[in-house]
């Protein structure tokens, strides 16, 4: 059974940065899937944060993500990464990481919960002013 694992959340203080990673174990190595980020503040939807394209590493991001957050992928380990700068109190949620195997990211859809099959329990991220 595929299974998609997220690590690296945590605490960090207003202009901080951290690090998530995602791994989706079973899925071939070097294949191509749409792998994305998303999270969930309490009492808020789900929202797209960030999605990557493993076949060519095309990658998408949420308006407010660009600029400070940067998604990424070791095709080889079958990990994509979240790197996310200048962090704000508002970007306090858990992240979750989605993916859709052998499946292109479209830019009309990579936002949307329901183009991704598997999911992640997801990490806590607590930005702290």
């Known amino acids: 059974q595929v299974q998609v694992v997220e690590s690296g959340g945590g605490s960090v203080q207003a202009g901080g940065s951290l690090r998530l990673s995602c791994a989706a174990s079973?899925?071939?190595?070097?294949?191509?899937?749409?792998m994305g980020w998303f999270r969930q503040a309490p009492g808020k939807e789900r929202e797209g944060v960030a999605a990557?394209?493993?076949?060519?590493?095309?990658?998408y991001y949420a308006d407010f993500a660009k600029g400070r957050f940067t998604i990424s992928q070791d095709n080889a380990k079958n990990f994509v990464y979240l790197q996310m700068n200048s962090l704000e109190a508002e970007d306090t949620a858990m992240y979750f990481c989605?993916?859709?195997?052998?499946?292109?990211?479209?830019?009309?859809?990579?936002?949307?919960?329901?183009?991704?099959?598997?999911w992640g329990q997801g990490t806590q991220v607590t930005v702290s002013s």
């Open positions: 079973l899925y071939p190595t070097y294949s191509s899937n749409c």
């Open positions: 989605a993916a859709s195997p052998f499946t292109r990211c479209r830019l009309e859809t990579w936002y949307l919960r329901s183009a991704y099959r598997d």
């Open positions: 990557i394209w493993t076949g060519a590493g095309s990658t």
